[in-house]
């Protein structure tokens, strides 16, 4: 997979790419990412990438000159114009189901917004999606794009060291359960044990065990209720 982020803050991706799980995939050859800065499409002496609304309104807006530049500058380095994304916080709201799509496109365009954010002609003209993270405001589509460049490698074959692992986590599958509780050493941890079935070496039973407490923690995160030893001490 080809992904090529565009954004003013280039600078703020080179830890996040480096990191161990998307470093390595890009080292074998998994997936390749390429960052490029929007202001480097921005004409003028001054090189403006951003000014006010029409109609009046606080803050400012991402001029799309030079947004759809560089969007149209990487889409003429591969044969493929690849899925555009912009991220805002209006856009169709990120899960697993959607990173599962994304995951499965050869190439993706990631649009990351500034200020109060893009102008609409941007999407009309590159007939892109726009995608968002959940229901709060970001400064920036940056996090964002991490955030969908993370969920998405991960499920990338061969990125992580077993398939296995991707398949079974949480808002995976059909049924799209969150996992239940896990357990490792040690068998006792203050006062706390580990459950028996874990223990029992009874696959059958255990299957049927994590089944259940995925169903149950599936219920009450629906319903909002909080997990078990999670509340505050002020809490009533
Ligand atoms: Cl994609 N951008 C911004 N600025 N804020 C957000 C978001 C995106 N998703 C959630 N909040």
Known sequence: MRIDILTLFPDMFTGFLEGSLLGAA????LVEI???DIRDFAEGP???????PFGGGPGMLLMPGPVVSS???VQGEAQQAGHVILFTPGGRRLDQALVEELAGRERLVLVCGRYEGFDARVAETVGAEEISIGDYVLSGGEVAAMVVVDAVARLLPGVLGHEESARQDSFSGRDRLVEGPQYTRPREFR??????VLLSG???RIEAWRHEQAVAATRRRATATPT???SRRSDP
Do not use: A, C, T
């Open 34 to 36: 390429r960052l490029v």
């Open 26 to 29: 890009r080292e074998k050859g």
């Open 202 to 204: 009874d696959h059958r």
């Open 228 to 230: 078990p030893g999670m």
């Open 71 to 73: 969007i149209e500058h």
């Open 46 to 52: 001054h090189r403006q990438v951003d000014d006010r």
């Open 191 to 196: 006062g706390l044990h580990v459950p028996e």
